[in-house]
């Protein structure tokens, strides 16, 4: 095995123990606030695309299926139809916790859970189809692939022309004044404290603020996408740019 490989399978074995609290521990650090950062996401991407019947909807990084859920009732209240959802993710852990969360609406065959990986984006272990979907989404897991640029291309590949990718990340933005740098300390010093305390798993929290720190700025995630064809449509910095909302449109 690889110093890559090696390195990605600690990572997935890390969430594979903390996934019974994750949720729990992503409410109370936050203070429940990403839930309004994964709401704006899916109406800016909504808005984004400019459609009433979306096809297909991929989230990679899927965890515990948070994101796929809000996808669902965004969709819902903005009368908006999607045909097929699919939540992709390596730890068989958070997938297990999906599962139980999404069965309804796996059993009405609207989501779809498998295992897999960004860097090559594949369903029940056969390759997602160049430009066959119109929405691919990641929150807060694309800092845990190791190999970030293969995960971009692969978004690029998959994206239809005028297809929305979104992405919901802590960036490794430099801080701006007095407010950046107090949020700063509190992601570094307190959040792994707190997420340690919630999950009796501090070493999973300590990774939060050193994956951060390895991470790309916004601008510099904008700047690799562009290059791969993708174009900025909006971008939000929130709790003092600690946290990013990026949505972008394939040309």
Sequence with gaps: MSNTQEKQAQIVDMFNDIAPSYDRANRVMSLGID??????ACKKAFEALGKEHISCILDVACGTGDMLWHWYNEAKGAHKHIAKMYGIDPSSGMLQVARQKLAPLMEQGIVELSIGQAKALEIESKAIP????????????????????KALDEFARVLTHGGILVILEFMNNKPRGIFDSM??????RILPLVGGLVSQNYAAYKYLPDSIKHFVSSQELAQKLLERGIKSYYIKGYSANISTLYVGVKS
């Design 35 to 40: 839930v309004k950062w994964r709401k704006e």
């Design 183 to 188: 949020m700063r300390f509190y992601t570094q």
């Design 130 to 149: 160049s430009q066959s979907v119109e929405i691919v989404s990641i929150a807060y897991g694309l800092r845990n692939v190791v190999d970030l640029d």
